[in-house]
């Protein structure tokens, strides 16, 4: 039985597809338009197979799927509005929706974001945190997650919440903003310093928990997961960590004003799923060797 990607064309998609090919797991990439993905054979394989097309359109998908791995969405940027990440990311899951319907999946993991949690003054957010006052985006893969929650007394369903995802290729995130101005010498202006942070996953943990996942035998449900490293480190700690790898000659400077800082923790009793754990220290050596 095969598995499934659908946004094989990003940052993310295109990682778990490698990871898939690397691990001899069958797996099907779908694109909307061609493109070459690193570490992935640019013709059709016995376990790898390349189909062009678009979520909101008819796709002929002629093996036997068993998994669907959904990662076509909005790619946070300025100047993004509501409307944006409505249509790219309520729109793509609809049309993987309907993958689900004709293929007869049996389970679904999906790609979703620590932002639906919102606002709030609190100090942690595990699985079954509050959803608080999200902003547009966050707000739009809730909707995503309810969209597939439907499914949940059919089939496992598997979310994915992710914070800023780093990795080689990957889009700007506070950590790799800060990397910047330490390679260019640029001051770094830290808020919070003295609180532990683990906001950013590097993509290979992703890929390696999906691959996971994917493998594993869970009963029909809902079953969400933060994935994040454990919050062992402050965040002046960690720049202070890459500061010195880099030999950079950036200022550190601390901002005198403290506020709440929320770290990702994770309630494993909601979801009986194995999951490895990663240290705040592994992940900032992966992004470091990228």
Request: charged content about 20%; some cysteine; glycine content about 8%.
């Amino acid at each position: 039985m095969w598995v499934l990607v659908t946004g094989a064309g990003g940052f993310v998609g295109s990682h778990i597809v490698r990871s898939f090919v690397a691990n001899g797991v069958p797996v099907i990439a779908l694109q909307r338009k061609w493109g070459k993905i690193e570490g992935v054979p640019d013709q059709d394989t016995c376990n790898f197979s390349r189909v062009i097309g678009d979520l909101n359109a008819d796709i002929e998908i002629s093996v036997n799927v068993s998994t669907i791995v959904h990662c076509a969405a909005a790619v946070v940027l300025p100047g993004k509005t509501a409307n944006d990440f409505a249509v790219g990311n309520i729109n793509p899951a609809s049309g993987a929706i309907n993958l689900v319907h004709r293929l007869n999946i049996k389970k679904i993991i999906l790609m979703s974001s620590i932002s639906i949690f919102g606002s709030g003054e609190r100090d942690i957010i595990t699985e079954t945190s509050d959803v608080i006052s999200p902003a547009s985006y966050g707000a739009s893969k809730y909707l995503v997650e309810l969209m597939f929650k439907e499914f949940a007394d059919k089939c496992p369903v598997v979310v994915v919440r992710t914070p800023g995802i780093v990795g080689r290729g990957a889009n700007p995130t506070l950590l790799t903003s800060i990397i910047d101005k330490l390679k260019n010498g640029k001051t770094v202006t830290l808020s919070n310093p003295e609180k532990l942070f683990n906001h950013f996953v590097h993509v290979s943990d992703v890929g390696n928990f999906i691959i996971s996942a994917s493998a594993q035998k869970l009963p029909n449900g809902f079953f969400p997961v933060n994935l994040a490293p454990t919050a062992t480190l402050t965040l002046l700690e960690i720049v202070e960590s890459i500061h010195r790898f880099l030999c950079s000659n950036s200022k550190i400077q601390l901002d005198d004003h403290v506020g709440r800082s929320t770290r990702i923790g994770s309630n494993r009793n909601v979801a009986p799923l194995f999951v490895e754990q990663f240290s705040t220290q592994d992940t900032i050596k992966k992004l470091l060797e990228d």
